[in-house]
Structure formats: structure tokens, C-alpha cells
């Protein structure tokens, strides 16, 4: 079963920037990937994802322009540019796969709190 190993969350004031990653440790994950994310008290979101040719990605309005989704060749290694960051994007962040049905079990995920 596929594994995801999120990294790189941190804290950051309000307009920084982080770069987040999701490795697949030995393994290449050759379907749609999407970034999520989950506030306190809040149902987990889907925020980005990335075709499995790496050629389509689509955001969630919120973060449209501010965050890019990217891979590398061999497809082990999910990333997330996070620029202009808001105090709106504080949450746990995680990767797995984009359809319902291709999803494996979640990983620890990494915290990333903006402050103002």
C-alpha cells in the first residue's frame, strides 16, 4: 500500500512563503495527486492537485495564484509552493491520492500555521 510522508509545513508570518512535500518512500504513485489540508474544527479540504501526466493541476479557489502544485519525474515526490501565505491557511496538510477510490490510508501530515 502506497505510503505518504508529508514535510516542510512550519510557522510563518502572514505573506511568507513554504514548500511543502509529500514523498511515496520506493515507490512511484503514477495517479492524480491532491493536496489537502484540515483547520482545527474544520471537515479535512482538498486545495490542489496534479494530473497523473503532470500537465493538469487544478486549486481550490481560496488558493488559486498563491499555491502551485508540482512533482518530479519519477513521481515519488509531491510538492506544494505556498506564497502570500494567510492566517486562513493554518491547518495540517496532507497528499494522497486524487480519487476516493485510489486513496490509501492518510499520513501524519505537516502543520503549517501562518500568523499575522
Known amino acids: 500500500q502506497v505510503q505518504w510522508v508529508e514535510s516542510g509545513g512550519g510557522l510563518v508570518q502572514a505573506g511568507g512563503s513554504l514548500r511543502l512535500s509529500c514523498v511515496t518512500p520506493?515507490?512511484?504513485?503514477?495517479?492524480?495527486v491532491s493536496w489537502f489540508r484540515q483547520a482545527p474544527e474544520a471537515e479535512r479540504e482538498e486545495v490542489a492537485s496534479?494530473?497523473?501526466?503532470?500537465?493538469?493541476?487544478w486549486y481550490t479557489g481560496s488558493v488559486k495564484g498563491r499555491f502551485t502544485i508540482s512533482r518530479n519525474s519519477d513521481k515519488t515526490t509531491f510538492y506544494l509552493q505556498m506564497d502570500d501565505l494567510k492566517p486562513e491557511d493554518t491547518a495540517v496538510y496532507y497528499c494522497n491520492a486524487e480519487e476516493i477510490n485510489r486513496r490509501t490510508s492518510w499520513g501524519q501530515g505537516t502543520q503549517v500555521v501562518v500568523s499575522s
Open positions: 496534479i494530473g497523473a501526466a503532470g500537465l493538469s493541476t
Open positions: 520506493g515507490r512511484p504513485f503514477n495517479y492524480a
